[in-house]
């Protein structure tokens, strides 16, 4: 009762208006913000799926105009009611949409990016597909990449990388056993 007065999960309750589940860039400036999405040449308004486009076009632009509405210049944070508005293919391509970005020259460390990457982690269910453990895998590669080039002074940033190392490499399993996870975050 008490969620649902606070406008967490249920179909009763406001939801905040998100982009559509295929719209990489649109999911990408709504979770780190304008500010941090702009930039990105050449692969960036290119999402990679042209099936239904005429209708997809129409529903975009339906759904475009309520989610861009009020989006904050730093993007959206990974709420709890956010988060659970989401279901489980929604979250799965989420995640999939910031690890490829992430994968694909954005700072994957970012205190924005690795918040919503954090909380889908912590919101989807296993047994994963065997594509989406792939995801993780080449993101558990870049973040292991971009651990090697932080100072030991830049604690922040290493923490926050530390933890998505450790819960791709050890919990999803990607990371070879404990001993070969904890030797990367290490």
Not at 22 to 48: L, Q
Not at 82 to 96: A, E, F, G, H, T
Request: charge should be negative; charged fraction near 30%; aromatic fraction near 8%.
């Amino acid at each position: 009762d008490k969620c649902s007065l606070g406008g967490i999960g249920g179909k009763e309750t406001d939801r905040i208006p998100v982009p559509p589940m295929k719209d990489r860039p649109g999911w990408h400036m709504f979770c780190v913000g304008t500010d941090e999405a702009r930039g990105n040449i050449g692969s960036y308004f290119d999402d990679g799926d042209e099936d239904d486009e005429e209708e997809d076009d129409k529903n975009v632009q339906e759904a475009e105009s309520k989610w861009r509405e009020k989006l904050p210049s730093g993007g959206h944070s990974p709420s709890v009611r956010l988060v659970l508005q989401m279901d489980q293919v929604m979250v799965r391509r989420v995640l999939s949409h910031l690890c490829y970005y992430a994968t694909e020259g954005w700072a994957p460390h970012s205190p924005q990016r690795t918040s919503w990457i954090y909380a889908l982690l912590a919101r989807v269910e296993r047994p994963l597909h065997r594509d989406h453990l792939a995801l993780l895998y080449a993101l558990l590669k870049e973040l292991t990449l971009v651990r090697t080039k932080i100072k030991p002074t830049q604690r922040d940033e290493l923490s926050r990388v530390n933890v998505l190392i450790v819960i791709i490499g050890i919990y999803f399993e990607q990371g070879g056993g404990y001993s070969n996870t904890m030797e990367l975050a290490h």
